[in-house]
């Protein structure tokens, strides 16, 4: 794992899924990240290894498609264990945009000369940098259960979270330069990486929401979903159920679309519950 500084934003989030902590550690093998474009040359990334410098260089749009990759290598089965795992992460990435919009109100400050003293910088980005920290702890908690039952999934959101913090604490500390030293072409670049940032937590929301909720020609007959909280699964006609659930199925749920279908919860005022005997 890099070195790095243990009171830093990336040491203190490593720390979490790093060695040291065996309950987030990622498998113990090398992936392949394959970025969309037939003429892209799919990316090895030792998944114990977050290189810094590989993961700056890289685009939203290549670290999504890698995460695409690894969600694609799911089954239906591991989608639905996987579900309330994934719903969390799609509930952090709003959260995590708001720290990214400040920051780069502040970037916008600076770039226009406006006296931004390093004082409210400094209180700013500190204040900020505990924000992020705790959202990209709880993302990574929020999938630590998923590596023995969906490895791939693990690894790619993992991943997704290395890009975000690596870029976010490069911006963090291009922002905390004393004044004289903040130049703009330094906020140029904390503006490159927060529109990085900003990007790839929105498409990988996307990504992350489908896999969690669109079933649509999903084969899960042989899925046992007698314990499973199906609300807000989408399905279509050819959406295959287990044995004796296809009409249960049917009942709970609203039409969206021709032939496309939502499970809605039990108690719709709160939006959850399980999906038992109707």
């Known amino acids: 794992m890099v070195a790095v500084a243990a009171e830093s934003f990336t040491g203190r989030f490593l720390g979490v899924v790093s060695r040291r902590s065996p309950a987030f550690r990622t498998p113990r093998r090398s992936v392949t990240v ?13 998944s114990e290894n977050y290189d810094p410098r590989v993961l700056r260089t890289m685009t939203a749009h290549t670290v999504v498609g890698g995460l695409a990759a690894a969600l694609g290598q799911l089954n239906a089965s591991q989608r639905i264990a996987a579900r309330h795992e994934l719903r969390n992460v799609c509930l952090l990435m709003p959260p995590m945009r708001d720290e990214v919009r400040g920051l780069e109100m502040l970037c916008a400050s600076v770039a226009r000369s406006q006296v931004v003293p390093e004082a409210r910088r400094r209180d700013e980005t500190d204040r900020r940098n505990e924000v992020i920290q705790a959202l990209l702890e709880q993302a990574s908690y929020a999938v630590r259960n998923t590596r023995p039952k969906a490895p791939e999934l693990h690894h ?6 290395s890009f975000i913090y690596e870029d ?23 503006q490159r990486l927060l529109r990085e940032v900003r990007s790839a937590s929105v498409e990988s929301q996307g990504l992350l929401a489908r896999t969690a909720d669109d079933f649509s020609g999903s084969d899960l007959r042989g899925v046992n979903l007698s314990e499973v909280d199906l609300s807000w699964v989408l399905w279509d006609e050819s959406t295959m159920w287990p044995t004796g659930w296809a009409e249960r199925i049917r009942r709970s749920s609203v039409q969206q679309g021709p032939g496309l279908w939502l499970i809605r919860p039990l108690n719709a005022d709160v939006g959850s519950g399980h999906l038992m005997d109707v």
């Open 34 to 46: 394959k970025p969309p474009g037939p003429a892209t040359p799919a990316l090895w990334v030792d």
């Open 156 to 161: 790619g959101v993992l991943f997704l979270l």
């Open 168 to 190: 976010l604490d490069l911006t963090l500390r291009l922002l905390r330069e004393p004044k004289g030293r903040v130049a703009r072409r330094k906020v140029y670049t904390a």
